[in-house]
Structure formats: structure tokens, C-alpha cells
DNA sequence: GCGATTTTTCAACGATGGTTGAATTCATGA
DNA sequence: TCATGAATTCAACCATCGTTGAAAAATCGC
């Protein structure tokens, strides 16, 4: 009803949301907050205002819905990391383990930041999904491994005397470490009695990325210092 | 029918398991593969061969059962870790940051080890709750907070140039590298186009505990520069 | 203005969800 | 043997679920 009345306001500067993308943002919020079999397109459409059968004509089922929003932001995602790596990697190749993890993770630092919280939604959306036992992993390898493997090779030059199994279960710890700090449970927050504040995202991320990179550094020390030590067997890719 | 008719046999080795805990058991498997809303308490007691009501005569509702499937192992890990950090302090206090990471983690790896899985659903179970934003943060809490202090104030101990909020974002990221590791989502297997095996516990946990140990490390060492530059501000708790 | 196409609404299908009161069976001790 | 309480079954309540075919409305090309 007192939807289209006013298609072009005399600024014309908000151009009314399409059914398409309210379905998407609504969607992207609730799933974030109660997992994909915790909200109900019923749920989804009423919250958005559309009728429900608006989800089949867009996006055949609700799984569709799904995968379409999933989709949505790991495309832009993908673009800029990929564009924070290429940066890292003109400037210096091989480039410093932190620069690398810093492209890696700085793109959600900075999605994260500001007034605009719909992509928190998102990261925490993608926590549960990295976590999930079941297709955790298939869903997270479609969207992300192309990019994912840029980074891998790129920590592999880094780190020349690094095993790829180092590098990848690094990455493995990596990942983990940023997508629950992203997913803002506000456990540290009651942990910590107050000190820590889930939303801090700044102050986290500032210590995470040398954690993190000391981390992958201990790792390759320990393998060169176990080949220096027998250098007979030779495991390298 | 068939099930009740040899109470004891011969040996009497097995006491046949009793309907709750065939119930906590089933649950414990489907909640871990689809997570709390996808499953319903229908399948869990058919699968488990019991009526739909004892789930209320037993846990009162769903959430009851969650409750009870969560606390039954969280009590078991909860004594094995502190029974690990017991042994490790008395060996040495305060312990070396490998030793106490390894007291937060080597218990999950001694589950998960050896043919019985059910750990395994387990922790993965334990992954998406603690990435769950919703009620992740709190549920976490409720079972952990208390062991989990014992470990904070160890890796003080063990680190005492750190500021405490380096110690919580330091635990974190060990929380969220844990969980997604022992989550066992098969995410690195095809990633690494196996070269690394998600059930490989063993592997990735000796890579673990030195990867975790170097970033408190590199995070304490790093405040402690900080606080030598600038030695009027002091923040320490 | 009109036909064709896209978009939106409506109403319903069949299935399944968690929960529950009451009836029934079972075990136990007196 | 029987009464008591615990354990289990049965049947149903009411709500909601995802999905869908077909009609209605809005939009666009001409």
C-alpha cells in the first residue's frame, strides 16, 4: 500500500529496496541469529513485508535463498581480499607474513566498522557455517577456496621452509581464530568480567594478526630446525 | 519386546543401556550433524526406540535435553582439563605456556583418539554453539567460564608482562582454533587436495599447541616492548 | 492505449513440529 | 498378594512448516 506512493522523492536518493533485497537483508539477519533450520521463510517474508511465495519466484526454495545470500557478500569479500593481496604483493613478493594475514583479515575489520552492522549479520552467519559439521566445510570450500589458495601460496613463499601440511592447518587455526571473533558471541565480554568487549573489533584484530603470524613463524622454525636435524628426508612440496 | 528379555546375560558386561541415555546419545549425534533446530525430537526418539514422551518425562522439553547432552560431557572434560592443569602446575609453577595450552587441549585429543566417535559429535556439537551468536557466548559460559579462569590466571602467571586483555583475546583465538579443529568439518581435506586429513587429530594437534603458545608469546613480548618505550603508563591488572 | 511479460498476491496442500494429559505397564517393598 | 510409585505408551492438540498452482496486478515495449 503506502509502499510506492513516493517512487522518486524530489531528492531521489533512496531508490525503495527491492522486494528481491529486503527478502535478502531480512534473511541475512535472521539466519545470522538462529542458523538456517531456525527461522522460517514464513518468519523471513513477514518480517520483510512480501508475500512468502516471493521466495520461490526469486529464489526457487529456500535453500536458494540461502546460497544467494551466502553468495552476495563473499563476492565482494573476495574481491577485496584478493585486492589487499595483490597490494602486498607489489610492494614486497615474497611479502612479511603479517602483511599477507593482515590482507586476509583487515577486509572484515573494515566491512565491520561504522554505523552499517549488516555485515556482522553476515560474519556471524558464516561462524556457524565454517563450524557446521556437516557441510561446514563443502559450503565455505565453494565460496572461498579459490581465494583462500591466492593466500596459501602466498604464505608458502614467505615461508620457504614451511611443509604446505604447516601452511594449511595454520590456516586452519586461522580461520578459526577470525571467523569466531567476527561471529561477536560476547563471550569474551562475561569471561573477562567487562575488560574485553566482543565489539572492539579494532583493539581484537590488532592483536590478532601478530598472534597469528607468530604462530605460522613457530611452526616453520620448528620444521627447519627438524630438517636441519635429519636433512636426509626431504617432505617439501 | 526384544529388549528386556536377557536383563543380565552371562557375563553380564553390558547392562543394557537405559532409555534416557539411548536418548542423550542419539540426540547428542543428530543435534552435532544438523545442529539444535535441525532435528526434531521425533526422529531422536525414533532412531532411539523410545516414545516421543519420555523426552518430557526425562528433560521436561527440547531444550532440557540440549542442556543435559551438553553438561554431561562438559563435566567429564571439565575434570580431565583440571586434572591436567593440576599435574602441570605441580610440575612446575608457574608452567610453560606449551604446558598449559596443552592441559586445555590434550584432553580433547585423548577423547577423540580410538574408535568410539561419540566425542566426536561432540565437539562438534561444542563448535557451533560456541559460534552461535545468539546464545553461543552464554552457553559457553555457563559450562566452561569457571575452568576456563583457571587457565587464564595460569597463562598470567605463566606470562606476567601481559596485560590481562592480552590474555583474553589470546584465549579466544585458541577458542576458536580449537573448536573449529576438533568441529572435524573436513574443510582442509579438500583444500589441501589431501594433503591434510580432518581426523588426523593427532597431527594437527602437535601443531596446534606450539602455534597457539608462539602468539601469547609474540602478544606479551610485544606489550612488554611497548610498556619499555613508554614506562609512565602502566595498565596491568 | 494495448498486448506481453514480469512481478505480486491468494489460498491451499500435505507433512511435521513440540508438547501434553491420561491411560497403561512395570518394578518394588510390605 | 497387593498397593505404591516409577517408567512407558497412546493418542491427540494446535500451530507452523516449505512449497505450489493459478489468479491478479503492475510494468514495459510499441
Redesign the interface.
Known sequence: MAKTELKLGMAAKKPRKSRKDRIIEVAEKLF???????VSLREITREAGVDVALVKYYFDNKEGLFDALLQRRADILNRERGEALDRVLARNNPAPVEDIIDAFTHPLLNEVVGEDSTWRDYF?LL??V?????W???V??KYF?PL??RF?YALKDALPEAD???I??????????????F??????????GG??H?ADFE??HK??V??????????CA?RAAERAATPSTETSS
Open positions: 545470522a541469529q538462529r542458523g538456517f533450520n531456525g556471524g561462524a556457524q565454517n563450524n557446521n559439521p556437516e561446514g566445510g563443502q565455505m570450500s577456496d583462500v589458495r596459501i604446505m601440511v604447516d594449511y592447518w595454520c590456516y586452519h587455526f586461522l580461520s578459526g581464530a577470525l571467523t569466531l571473533t561471529a561477536d558471541t560476547r563471550r569474551i565480554d562475561s569471561l573477562s575488560l574485553c566482543s583493539s581484537v592483536r590478532m601478530p598472534f597469528i603470524a607468530a604462530g605460522f613463524r613457530s611452526i620448528e
